[in-house]
């Protein structure tokens, strides 16, 4: 089953911009991680950010957690037409071994 | 090196028949998952291996599924009386070890048809 939503489901920017995709889950979890999907490259993790850390960077993403909240955002800065994919949010759920629990994730076009 | 991969690529099968997909994770990779994607959606989870011994299978949908990965390397997820639900893309995922911060390697994935 999956584990929650991202939200929004699309997103439509223009080059340049920042974007924001949020993810929310329902059990308690040891990480938090996002994933990247393209036709060309497949499933490609991004970041990873533990239950007891906030905040993320890695380059131009921004990742930040809210585990009182169940909530996770991403951002992107200084968005380029090659971020154009599919975004899922994914758990390590406590107590679960270390398999993925997926979200419905976001499609976001980033238009040059 | 070499990352994830798969075959075959695509698989067409008439409902009823028996498929076999094959994953050959990343050299050394310890830790094996398989995931099963419907059109739409996020991945979802179908079991887990630490090198031959599956410790998870609670996410396959029903005895008609079985994975295995005999050597503790290449492993198989094999599917008999294929049903039209079982369309999808399924992937294999391989970790270096089995501890929930390791980065887990996605290989291309098979989508899978049954008509």
């Known amino acids: 089953s999956q584990q929650g939503e991202e939200d929004p489901q699309a997103l439509s920017i223009q080059e340049g911009e920042n974007a924001t995709m949020n993810c929310s889950y329902k059990?308690?979890?040891?990480?938090l991680q996002w994933y990247r999907q393209n036709s060309g490259r497949g499933l490609v993790h991004l970041i990873l950010i533990r239950s007891n850390e906030r905040e993320k960077h890695s380059g131009r993403l921004r990742v930040t957690l809210d585990t009182s909240k169940k909530s996770s955002s991403l951002l992107i800065t200084a968005s380029r037409a090659a971020d154009t994919a599919s975004y899922f949010c994914?758990?390590?759920?406590?107590?679960?071994?270390?398999?993925?629990?997926f979200g419905k994730g976001i499609t976001l076009s980033v238009r040059p | 090196g070499a990352g994830v991969s798969q075959s075959p690529r695509y698989k067409v099968a008439k409902r009823g028949q028996d498929v076999a997909l094959r994953c050959d994770p990343i050299?050394?990779?310890?830790?094996l998952f398989w995931y099963q994607q419907a059109l739409g959606q996020g991945p979802e989870f179908l079991t887990y291996f630490q090198n031959e011994a599956q410790l998870d299978k609670s996410g396959l949908p029903s005895d008609r599924f079985f994975a295995e990965r005999p050597e503790g390397s290449v492993s198989t997820l094999k599917i008999q009386r294929t049903q039209q639900e079982d369309s999808a893309v399924y992937l294999c995922?391989?970790?270096?070890?089995?501890?929930?911060?390791?980065?887990?390697?996605f290989g291309p994935g098979t989508r899978l048809t049954v008509l």
């Open positions: 994914a758990t390590v759920n406590t107590g679960a071994n270390s398999k993925l629990t």
């Open positions: 995922a391989s970790s270096f070890q089995g501890g929930v911060y390791n980065e887990q390697f």
């Open positions: 059990t308690s979890i040891n990480n």
């Open positions: 050299s050394g990779h310890v830790s």
